[in-house]
């Protein structure tokens, strides 16, 4: 998981990220509005990209959000969190309040908002009923509960076109229309997003209340930057408590979709049955994500599949990322010459077999298998591939069973795994 965050709001300092840095990223619709700084927040990698620029020096039409959003999506962004400031349109909206937005209406008028420029296979028209993910959402409503923060758990924003801020008589149409707040950014934003099929989540500050009510102040570019400035700790604190909240939920929901079964296949064991998650569309479209923004920016040559949910797992990974499937198969199971490695069992040996001409000298082999145990099947699959001179870039599982010491047995590679069940 990556999570795209744009607005920044102090985050890029080095001193909250692990793994610091930057990088200049240049796309089909050309540069996005800064440099993307990259990093973790708690473990989680994140990518910060200052959409009016590292100097604020973009204006709300100049800002190049099909080159902002096409960027952290080529970074392998899984979702995109949007911090803005607003003006509310609602007295029981207050300086300082955040507002999670649900609903946007898009008053600009010289955006570009499509990716869909031209039509040259078929007609592109994306669902946009509701433009703000509500996993995303309700996240990061309880994480600003949690933090005691004044939150507007739905709100509707109105994206002017700017840089001018409204007429009363527009600020007075607009709230008539059902808008609660008002800004400058957020309707391109969400639809691009959505259009790249990223979830898309807003956290909008209120900072004034526009013009729109004869005993307060009308809004000012000043007034802003003093209440913003102000709040500024309290929209960091909160993408700090919530995007590791936002990684543990694809992992609870993929839990979720796994079946235990006590005593199987033996007394004492807790079996870790996979087959409720295979059948089930959300759970296994999590996984796939997981597994194909993991490794698409990796130099993989091939996937090598462990008999038998291996190759489920594998084969759709494989198909999503453009490479080769090999399968790795107990003795016997294979037609060409093969090669073959043994691995100690409790009691006894086992054996699996790959093709002779399954993995060419130098290749970058990705294995995989729905779960590792005590490591022995996984530690002979990359033994047979090193022994054809592959070289292994990772080895992966959908499921770690802790407790039992897989990964002290592929020591020598890197391991990664989705969920892990321990003592449960």
């Known amino acids: 998981m990556k999570i795209g965050i744009i607005g920044g709001s102090g985050l890029d300092d080095p001193k909250l990220l692990q793994n610091y840095e930057e990088k200049e990223v240049e796309t089909p619709y ?91 296979n078929e007609p592109k028209h994306t669902p946009m009923a509701s433009p703000f993910s509500e996993e995303l959402r309700q996240a990061i409503i309880k994480a600003s509960e949690e933090l005691n923060f004044r939150t507007h758990e739905k709100g509707t924003v109105i994206t002017i076109e700017g840089p001018r801020f409204s007429t009363k008589a527009e600020s007075k149409m607009f709230r008539a229309w059902g808008a609660d707040v008002i800004n400058m950014s957020i309707a391109p934003e969400a639809i691009l997003a959505n259009e790249a099929q990223i979830p898309y989540a807003a956290i909008a500050m209120s900072t004034d209340f526009d013009c729109l009510f004869d005993d307060v102040e009308p809004v000012s570019w000043d007034e802003i930057l003093k209440v913003f400035s102000q709040n500024a700790d309290k929209v960091k604190k909160l993408l700090i408590t919530v995007i590791p909240k936002i990684a543990n939920q694809d992992e609870a929901i993929i839990k979720s979709k796994i079946r235990t079964i006590p005593h199987f296949p033996k007394p004492g064991v807790m079996f870790r049955d996979i087959t409720t998650l295979l059948k089930d569309p959300e759970g296994m479209e999590k996984v796939t994500e997981i597994l194909c923004n993991r490794y698409k920016n990796k130099n993989i040559d091939v996937i090598a599949g462990i008999e038998s949910r291996g190759f489920i797992i594998g084969g759709i990974l494989a198909m999503r990322l453009g490479v080769g499937f090999i399968p790795v198969r107990k003795p016997g199971k294979l037609p060409a010459p093969t090669i073959k490695e043994e691995y100690q069992l409790e009691y006894g040996t086992d054996a699996i077999e790959i093709h002779k001409d399954a993995i060419s000298p130098g290749q970058n082999v990705l294995v995989i298998d729905d779960l590792i145990a005590t490591g022995g099947t996984a530690q002979a699959t990359c033994n047979l591939v090193e022994r054809l001179g592959g070289r292994i870039e990772e080895v992966a599982f959908v499921i770690e069973l802790p407790e039992l010491n897989g990964r002290k047995k592929l020591s020598r590679w890197p391991v990664f795994s989705i969920v892990k069940f321990e003592g449960e």
């Open 30 to 120: 050309g540069k996005p509005s800064s440099k993307i700084t990259l990093g973790k927040i708690q473990g989680t990698e994140v990518a910060i990209l200052a959409r009016h620029g590292s100097k604020h020096q973009y204006p709300p039409t100049q800002i190049n959000n099909k080159a902002n959003i096409y960027t952290l999506k080529s970074l392998g962004c899984t979702h995109i969190i949007s911090t803005t400031a607003c003006g509310s349109l609602r007295k029981e909206i207050e300086r300082g309040d955040f507002v999670i937005l649900d609903q946007f209406i898009d008053f600009t008028r010289h955006r570009k908002l499509t990716f869909y420029d031209s039509f040259p």
